[in-house]
């Protein structure tokens, strides 16, 4: 089912496509929307989680190379 919104179109179909067991916001804003992390605005990463949570992914902290990561699972 396509969506309207061009956040939660863009999210499903990459996620849709490459099947990951873990994702986080940063990472599909630079693979996903094909841009630099440092140009994601906080509205972005709003829209980005709201999408994952519409999709019905669930928001998880976990350590990632040492550092405390919000991933969604």
Same mark, same amino acid.
Do not use: H
């Given at each position: 089912?396509?969506?309207?919104?061009?956040?939660?179109? +863009?999210?499903?179909?990459?996620?849709? $496509? #490459?099947?990951?067991?873990?994702?986080?916001? =940063?990472? %599909?804003?630079?693979? =996903?929307?094909? $841009?630099?992390?440092?140009?994601? &605005? $906080?509205?972005?990463?709003? @829209?980005?989680?709201? =999408? %994952? #949570? &519409? %999709?019905?992914?669930? @928001? #998880?902290?976990? &350590? %990632?190379?040492?550092? +405390? +990561? &919000?991933?969604?699972?």
């Amino acid at each position: 089912m396509q969506s309207d919104d061009i956040y939660e179109s +863009t999210v499903q179909g990459y996620l849709d $496509r #490459k099947c990951p067991d873990q994702i986080t916001v =940063a990472e %599909l804003w630079t693979q =996903a929307f094909g $841009r630099e992390a440092n140009q994601a &605005k $906080r509205s972005d990463q709003i @829209r980005i989680a709201d =999408a %994952l #949570k &519409k %999709l019905g992914w669930d @928001r #998880k902290i976990v &350590k %990632l190379e040492g550092k +405390t +990561t &919000k991933v969604y699972i």
